[in-house]
């Protein structure tokens, strides 16, 4: 038995191919993983719109969770708190991107502060999104 499959049966999902190996390489790295990371190291056994759905099944689920990208672009990464469920995530941790490896990481010690926002302004989510250098390349 190994992780991802017991993810996937944990949130009674069926076991595919996709789901399996996209979960392995979450559970394999440290850091946040794009659609295009996914499909360079999936290769051609899976196409974009399986991939795609996969992931949107994930965060569905409360399994991964949504990292924005100063690119513009998005990551994804492992929902570490059992607080996450069905379309709704609890994440106040700051994100990290390095500037020289360009991984972007979850901190998930460090919360970000409470924003107040003016009356009439409704939040919905909140991102903090730190840039640096990492351990590794420093
Ligand atoms: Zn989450
Ligand atoms: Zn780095
Ligand atoms: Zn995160």
Redesign the pocket.
């Known amino acids: 038995m190994n992780i991802a499959r017991n993810t996937l049966k944990e949130y009674s999902l069926r076991q595919t191919g996709c789901r399996e190996d996209i979960l392995n390489a979450f559970t394999s790295h440290e850091y946040a993983l794009s659609h295009s990371d996914l499909e360079n190291q999936l290769g051609e056994r899976f196409d974009r719109v399986t991939i795609y759905r996969t992931l949107k099944t994930f965060v569905d689920k409360g399994i991964l969770h949504k990292v924005l990208d100063d690119v513009g672009g998005t990551k994804y990464a492992l929902c570490r708190t059992s607080e996450c469920s069905h379309e709704e995530h609890h994440h106040d941790h700051v994100h990290f991107k390095?500037?020289?490896?360009?991984?972007t990481t979850c901190i998930e010690s460090i919360h970000i502060p409470t924003i107040n926002l003016p009356q009439g302004y409704v939040r919905k989510e909140v991102n903090m999104l730190v840039q640096g250098?990492?351990?590794?390349?420093?």
Request: with cysteine; charged share 0%; hydrophobic share 10%.
């Open positions: 390095c500037t020289t490896c360009g991984n250098v990492c351990p590794n390349c420093n």
